[in-house]
């Protein structure tokens, strides 16, 4: 009765959907999709026939009205995106908001995230990581965005789009300079899979080397910040260690 389903899709193996996802899509009243067309494709692979409407990605609010009237009639909603999960990277957030302010329940069906793909094969030991998701797509806002993000010691995850590959990648090692690893995840699941690791300053030379390495959809991971090594010495340190050098005998 009367909730609002927030629920993950495959990000492109069309089998990456849970059985719970697949139980709630066929369950419930309506569902909310930012592309209808690309939802009635996943549903037509499961034998799940839908009424869909458009979630609009930069107009979540034009839903409000829409959706709070359908769960005031006690009827349940589903919303979905392309790919993976709603709100990471993609509209849901306001919606899921405004309906929780009205007083209805919000129950998340998980599952896909292209973020936490990439890291399960990215080799990356360090437990902490930060999730940016895009960038700016020119590249002064970017580079500054990268600067701000250099000092962190947490491994850093961008999501990318094809046509601005080369650009960002040369922004990065601008910015880290040639010596951090890059780890690139490519078409997560699709049939050109391609996951990659090498240090910044190899990795504009892997992507111009083969075209094909520069389509589709990327995650990037960077590996976070050094901390500084313990042998070394702070400079005050240093001298107040020369100073007690002195004192011996
Ligand atoms: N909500 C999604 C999620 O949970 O991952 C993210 C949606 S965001 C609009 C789309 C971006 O996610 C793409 O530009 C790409 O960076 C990344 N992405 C989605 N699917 C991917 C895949 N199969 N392989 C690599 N990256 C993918």
């Known amino acids: 009765p009367a909730t609002l389903y927030v ?45 869909l409407f458009a979630l609009h990605r930069h107009n979540e609010s034009a839903l409000f009205a829409k959706i709070a009237g359908l769960l005031s009639q006690g009827k349940t909603v589903a919303i979905v995106t392309d790919a993976g999960t709603p ?77 601005r590959i080369l650009e960002c990648i040369g922004d990065m090692t601008e910015v880290f300079g040639r010596n951090r690893r890059i780890t690139f995840a490519r078409e997560l699941t699709k049939v050109f899979e391609t996951i990659h690791g090498c240090a910044l300053g190899e990795a504009l ?8 390495r520069r389509k589709g959809e990327f995650v990037l991971i960077l590996s976070g910040a050094e901390p500084p090594k313990e042998t070394e010495l702070s400079e005050q340190a240093r001298s107040t260690l020369q100073l007690l050098m002195h004192e011996l005998p």
């Open 205 to 212: 030379a892997w992507l111009e080397a083969d075209s094909d």
């Open 87 to 163: 709100a990471i990277s993609d509209p849901g957030g306001l919606i899921v908001r405004f309906v929780r302010e009205q007083g209805f329940k919000v129950v998340p069906i998980p599952g896909c995230n292209a973020a936490a793909c990439a890291l399960s094969v990215a080799g990356i030991s360090n437990p902490h990581f930060l999730f940016y998701g895009f960038l700016p797509t020119s590249s002064g806002p970017r580079r500054r965005a990268l600067a701000n993000l250099k000092p962190h010691p947490y491994s850093l995850i961008f999501y990318e789009a094809p046509h």
């Open 7 to 51: 629920v993950a899709t495959p990000i492109g193996n069309l089998r990456d959907i849970t059985l719970r996802a697949l139980d709630v899509l066929a369950a419930v009243d309506v569902v909310a999709a930012e592309d209808t067309r690309t939802t009635k494709h996943l549903l037509a692979r499961y034998a799940i026939s839908k009424t």
